[in-house]
């Protein structure tokens, strides 16, 4: 037998009782061009000095994984975009925006969501950060055919232009782990393979066809119309002071459908347990912001959803997924995450490849009672050793799962270690992607 992780037979959208909907939409189907502007989408953009200043006091945070201030990621394109001599090279005053949708992330389904759903939301929200670096190009970049088409359907239905906004082109890769990764989104639209290059330069400094480029991802970008419209000081209204704002969290769990939430940052995660209907003496640990940051234990239920908070305990919100563990083994879900790091790295970088398999094996053996102490010993040194190494950050991510597994676990590790689990006695670990939504289940 296998692990039962939970697949999307259909995704529940549900915003938070009591908060602010800012990004969710209720009702069936993707939202049309005259629906979007008659809830006052598509406003002319006014002086865009004043939308910088009210990005910069918003402190609106990236929505793709590292949580890096959206103002910050502008202003290095801007000053990039200017000319550093009487004689500037050609080209140097043109920017590049990017929509980044690829979302790798197996417990993830936000962004391909918004695209479904709320295209017009994303296109309006790169136009305007296509003004605030003065971009006359940009991208939509994807993975989803279902998101594809919606985008170009919105496309279509605006006559092919965005209002105010720059020269449009969507481009569709594979799926992939890394393909989301932003050198990778630019090597893809530059014509090259959706993965990672080495830094750097940086795609602020030169991204795609060596212009400086903005990629940002598109829940990030469907944030700029409500603060744009709004102001920073509503959009402060929720949140904390340094994670301001609301958020969409895909929460999956074993038995129960995945639903999309909009939360807002500083939630107690008892209070979401609660709304998800998961009593939280029942919880194990939990995958926090997708696979990126590893494993937590049941303290889990004690934080709060925020940057601060989860960077304090050692771990990170990322994308905001959260796959909560109840019955599932810890050492079964670390060696399911490892065996996907292992499929999923690009082969392009000899530490992550011989890496993520080296611990994955390490994992696996431990999940099934094969491993001796020495096995741990490698692997928490591999976990150490190998960190930074990789030109992206897959082989950090498998890094972060086996640290966090014999850190947080000791005793179902020493447990492993005497091949007593009665958990995997029963169902045996699988090197199936734990807590993946199934896009094709929800078509």
């Known amino acids: 037998m296998q692990h039962t992780y939970p697949s999307a037979g259909g995704l529940t ?11 969710l939409r209720l009702g069936g189907g993707a939202e049309t061009a005259c629906e979007y502007c008659d809830s006052g989408g598509y406003r002319p953009i006014g002086a865009v ?8 006091r918003s402190g609106l945070r990236g929505r793709g994984g590292a949580g890096f201030p959206f103002a910050v990621k502008v202003n290095g394109v801007r000053a990039a975009s200017r000319p550093a001599a009487a004689v500037p090279p050609a080209g140097c005053t043109e920017t590049v925006v990017v929509a980044n949708g690829e979302e790798g992330e197996p417990a993830s389904f936000k ?42 359907s ?21 799926p992939g782990y890394v393909a989301g990764e932003e050198t990778a989104a630019v090597q893809a639209i530059n014509g090259g393979r959706a993965v990672p ?5 940086r795609p602020y400094e030169a991204g795609v066809a060596g212009l400086p480029t903005l990629v940002s991802n598109v829940e990030t970008l469907a944030n700029l119309p409500f603060l744009e419209r709004w102001g920073a000081d509503a959009y402060r ?5 340094l994670s301001p704002g609301t958020f969409l969290s895909t929460v999956t769990a074993a038995h ?42 049941s303290t889990f239920t004690g934080l709060t959803l925020d940057h601060e908070t989860l960077r304090r305990a050692g771990s990170g919100l990322g994308c905001g997924a959260l796959a909560v563990l109840t019955e599932e083994c810890p050492v079964a879900v670390a060696a399911a995450v490892l065996n996907y790091f292992d499929r999923e790295n690009a082969g392009q970088c000899g530490s992550c490849f011989n890496g ?13 009672g094969r491993a001796a102490a020495d096995d741990l010993d490698r692997l928490r040194r591999w976990s150490t050793v190998l960190r930074g190494r990789g030109a992206c950050g897959a082989l950090d991510a498998a890094c972060n799962t086996a640290a966090s597994l014999l850190d947080r676990f000791p005793q179902e590790v020493a447990t492993h270690l005497g091949n007593s689990c009665a958990d995997c006695a029963i169902t045996p670990a699988t090197d199936r992607a734990p807590y993946r939504v199934e896009t094709e289940a929800l078509l």
């Open 154 to 174: 919105a496309l279509r239905e605006l006559g092919g232009t965005v209002p105010g906004g720059p020269e449009l082109v969507v481009v569709r890769v594979d």
């Open 13 to 23: 959208v549900v915003p938070y009782p009591g908060s602010e909907t800012r990004l």
């Open 237 to 241: 209204a929720a949140g904390t002071a």
């Open 197 to 201: 290059t080495d830094k750097p330069p």
């Open 111 to 152: 962004d391909r969501w918004l695209l479904r759903n709320r295209p017009h939301l994303v296109l309006d929200g790169l136009r305007l950060a296509a003004a605030l670096v003065r971009a006359r190009r940009g991208y939509v970049y994807l993975s989803d055919p279902e998101s594809e088409r919606s985008v170009l």
């Open 356 to 368: 993520t398999a080296a611990m994955a094996a390490a994992t696996t053996a431990l999940a099934q």
């Open 256 to 297: 129960r459908a995945p639903v999309l939430y909009e939360l807002p940052y500083g939630l107690p995660v008892t209070d979401l347990l609660a709304l998800h209907g998961i009593p939280a003496d029942s919880v194990r640990g939990a995958l926090v912001g997708g696979y990126f940051t590893g494993l937590l234990d």
């Open 49 to 56: 000095a004043e939308l910088a200043d009210a990005v910069e």
